[in-house]
């Protein structure tokens, strides 16, 4: 049963980059036939002109209520200092409908302790700077339709972070799609977005060592939820989202057994979209929250990105 998974994973990683490869091969003949026709155009140039980077940086900052320097951290469910969400993708635009790239992630925090709110006892963190796993990813051909447009992703995640290191990760398989409805009114956007996440270990369960109970690595994770923006007008506009998730660990992989994994969250912000700054494609600010309401999980925030 495990080789036929395996080989069903092999399988997705080979149509993807066999995927790229042939879309490689048709840029190539076609930038082949535009030097032909057009000496002034090089493929070097063509290439530059597809290719896009982009950097996104968020600020998770203080809490409605709390100690001051501290945040609330959704990914581990406890308080935190301060700390940023760094993202860098790596794009090339193959054609309208085709395109793929590279992606890398990471986190920092801005001090090393907590305090606890009933004793008043600092204690130290779990977050530390730490990358996340690189990904690369293939985006297909939307599907259109009379309600609206399904978009779709798939990636193939390389373990190169500690973590899926020491934990014997041997790589991770993405599947994120949305579906935008069509709006009577080009200011607003609503729809539905979700991801499937796989991840493989060479062992998903870890027999009990030195007295300690066996560990099941949590090898699924699916996630997603409604949002609504509105685009007030070039410069302005308003974000919101729910997002709701369940995991899998260990023996429940190929069930339909399911854990509920993060607390539900619901988020809410406000951008600015500047028109003579260049490369800065957005500023914003945003409150974050849990559903299961407590003015202590309350978190405000920022973000902004660049696009070069």
């Not at 935190?80 to 193959?94: D, G, I, T, V």
């Not at 935008?180 to 539905?192: D, I, M, R, Y």
């Not at 190929?254 to 406000?270: E, K, Q």
């Amino acid at each position: 049963m495990k080789l036929k998974k395996n080989n069903i994973s092999s399988s997705l990683l080979i149509l993807i980059l066999g995927a790229i490869g042939l879309s490689l091969m048709i840029q190539l003949a076609q930038a082949q036939v535009i030097q032909t026709t057009l000496p002034s155009s090089s493929l070097g140039r063509m290439i530059m002109e597809k290719t896009s980077l982009s950097y996104y940086h968020q600020i998770l900052g203080p809490t409605l209520a709390g100690q001051g320097g501290e945040t609330y951290n959704v990914f581990q469910e406890s308080r935190s200092p301060y700390q940023s969400f760094h993202a860098a993708n790596l794009r090339y635009q193959l054609n309208t409908d085709w395109s793929f790239g590279a992606s890398l992630a990471a986190v920092n925090a801005y001090g090393d302790t907590v305090t606890n709110q009933q004793t008043g006892i600092k204690s130290d963190t779990k977050v530390r700077d730490e990358f996340f796993n690189a990904r690369l990813y293939l985006t297909l051909p939307s599907v259109k339709s009379s309600f609206g447009s399904l978009l779709t992703t798939v990636s193939y995640e390389a373990p190169t972070s500690v973590f899926s290191r020491t934990n014997d990760m041997r790589y991770g398989a993405v599947l994120g799609q949305s579906f935008a409805l069509n709006l009577p009114s080009v200011k607003w956007t609503a729809g539905l977005m979700w991801q499937y996440y796989r991840m493989f270990y060479k062992q998903n369960i870890v027999p009990p060592q030195n007295g300690y109970l066996s560990l099941a690595r949590q090898t699924t994770i699916f996630s997603g939820g409604p949002y609504v923006g509105y685009r007030h007008n070039d410069h302005w506009g308003f974000n919101s989202a729910l997002t709701f998730d369940w995991d899998q660990r260990g023996y429940q992989a190929n069930t339909t057994n399911f854990n509920n994994n993060l607390p539900d969250r619901a988020r809410l912000g406000v951008s600015y979209y500047p028109t003579k700054i260049k490369y800065l494609t957005n500023v914003g600010l945003f409150s974050q929250t849990l559903l299961k309401y407590t003015a202590n999980t309350h978190a405000f925030g920022g973000e902004f990105a660049f696009k070069f």
